[in-house]
DNA sequence: AAGTAAACGAGACGGTACGTCGTGTCTTCCG
DNA sequence: CGGAAGACACGACGTACCGTCTCGTTTACTT
């Protein structure tokens, strides 16, 4: 399942059948890799659609053909470089849950290119509705489902309560590990994600029951 | 001794004796003024040192003389704005941990200024080192201090474990909060921080035995 | 035969093939229009390529993609509304040097545009061999080339003397106009190219004979 | 009346009593002389008033305090710098209008300095009428009064017919040196100031007659 | 000798223009 | 006919000077 290429901005038309030219696949393989290669040198701020241009050694119409701005591009290039969150039961739920933390999380926005990229996309989400919209869906919850479920299979088991705030969970660790990814240089200590992994395991959050209220 | 001048963002006073030419005081008003207007009417990408300059009736140089780029104008603006975080002793050990995680971090990350900033600050600085280590000073770290003050007070009440891991403690809640805040448009909902303090005071993380291995 | 365009620095390239783009033909009209205008009402001091630019509803890189600095500019919308040195026979000697003092020089020299214009680029070619070879190359020698000829012409007839020094015979007689184009606002008095003319008919410089001494 | 006070170039004095204040007389000196050090170095349309300035150590506004604008500036440090024109009577009249011609005209059109600045001061003369006449009564004139003196002591001693147009052949032959000083950067031919004298010992212009039809 | 006032150096101020670069659109020409 | 090349109008960049202004400081002339 899940596309493998999305591109364009917030609509990604259904160029679904369409097929054509599978002449320019070129084009856009040298278009993404210049992309991440820019980003790398110069950082979101200072990426141009001009220089991927150039890089590229393409028109510059050829770019905007296909993403009508740089955060679209920037998307579109990250996108497919982002590790899988792993799911399979291995039957140890604290092994499983490690795993996702440390994989899905820890790897995920302790990464230079994430922190290169999203805190800037996150920036120009905070004006552009449509931008938040499809991060959220093309790259916060994807991962977060395949996470959510090995957390649900934990409850499922009986190693978490059944009235876990299973999201919150989620939100907890990634919160951390996106708040050391930006603020710090450094990795994680050693030992951390098993020590957030064990706080919850020994309490975790639960679902507010006056909510409804 | 020390800084010949500096003026830049923050510090700017200080500078006593060197004030020869005009300096005129109510130029510098005018400019954060139009900085936080003009943040919150385009967001940072799209705030220009030229509009500002314009909106503020005041010629760039007069920008540029003081602050050598957006990021350091956009942070002497925000820097003063931000409320500060409550620590007074009230003997409810809850009650003061409630008020520095409500009105210290909920607050502060949920706020649409951060939004708008903050990310954009933050992808600057991670190609920035030196914007980072202002960012860290002059923000993250001050804010953070007197919320340390409060938790450490927690555990010398004994409420909380002797081995308490204070700067974890912090991290996690701010965490949270922040990557809601980046996450999604919504604030928190209600009871959220409660929980969040609830589960701390249940569980604490611990510093690490084995980190000196 | 004359070069229908011109334009550029000093080598004008040949850009042949090298069409490639856009190529707004009434761009650069537009530039020329005005350039000259703006040139009359301010004079060239005080043109300004942003002005130009602004004036002809161009942007700015269209003007310097094409003109270096403000006296390439200046010199190719000066260049082609040059009156044209008249050099038909007529038989009548005399009659044919006046005219040519007359419309040639008297005209050129005396004319607001020029007046408003050559000094200034005289100027800046002091500073610039450059430029003082593009005048000299563009403007001077295909004048004098023109000139010369009619005066050769008289030599040739026997209404001069053999050994007439031609080229300082057209320097006399130009210098004189642009002296008085320089330093008076008011036009030649009437007559005052017949005299200059008759005063060579009758005692023209001759060529130094102990030049090679 | 008009003029409260008009300093500028030439005509500072006339303060006399009202010395109050500092007056620091070197500091006009080191005026003068930046202006000419950076009129060399730099040419005029390159010499900035701020420049002067610094290089002076000076203050900008001692500089506007005495000269309203760089025109008046560069003429101010220019004007002395003007050799004299040589006026004795020796009798030999072919002798004196020779030195006049040299010395008064080759040299003064020929210098780097003149071609450096005139035709700057020239082409801003063109669009500020003021300028002109400083130009005109304060560099032009003071000259052409002293070889008119001499040329007319020739008319007087019958070496010159009594109809010479005189104030035209002071025109001929300083319109011929600023031509060649404008246009070429060689100096001039050996000989020509003689062959140009002698031709008009030959043949000078007359009066116009028939001016008053 | 103390007071006072102008001129001084320094340089900040509101501006205009510089020459460059990037944006997003549009045209031309080549393969 | 698709795509590179790149011209185009626009707007912002960061810098340099403009001419005016305000600072203290430094004379030199009152009183």
New interface residues.
């Given amino acids: 399942m899940g596309r493998t290429r999305t591109l364009h901005a917030v609509d990604d038309d259904a160029d679904a059948g369409s097929t054509r030219g599978r002449r320019d696949l070129e084009a856009r393989e040298r278009i993404m890799a210049s992309t991440l290669k820019l980003l790398q040198e110069?950082?979101?701020?200072?990426l141009t659609i001009e220089g991927v241009a150039t890089d590229a050694a393409v028109g510059k119409a050829t770019v905007y053909r296909s993403w009508p701005n740089k955060a679209a591009l920037v998307l579109a290039a990250v996108q497919d470089r982002l590790a899988d969150v792993p799911t399979a039961p291995t039957g140890d739920t604290r092994a499983e849950l490690l795993a996702v933390a440390e994989q899905a999380m820890a790897r995920f926005y302790g990464s230079?290119e994430v922190?290169?990229?999203?805190?800037?996309l996150?920036?120009?989400a905070?004006?552009e509705?449509a931008l938040?919209e499809r991060?959220?869906t093309e790259v916060?919850e994807p991962r977060n489902a395949r996470a959510r479920a090995v957390v649900e299979r934990a409850v499922a088991r009986g190693d978490l309560p059944a009235d876990t705030?299973v999201p919150?969970v989620l939100?907890?660790w990634?919160?951390?590990?996106?708040?050391?990814g930006?603020?710090h240089?450094d990795p994680l200590?050693?030992?951390t994600v098993e020590?957030?992994v064990d706080?919850t395991l020994?309490?975790?959050?639960?679902r507010?029951v006056?909510?409804g209220k």
């Fill in positions: 110069r950082g979101y701020a200072r230079g922190r290169l990229v999203l805190p800037a996150l920036g120009e905070a004006r509705p938040l991060l959220r916060l705030d919150m939100e907890q990634a919160g951390y590990m996106l708040f050391r930006l603020w240089d200590p050693e030992g020590r957030l706080a020994a309490s975790p959050p639960r507010a006056w909510q």
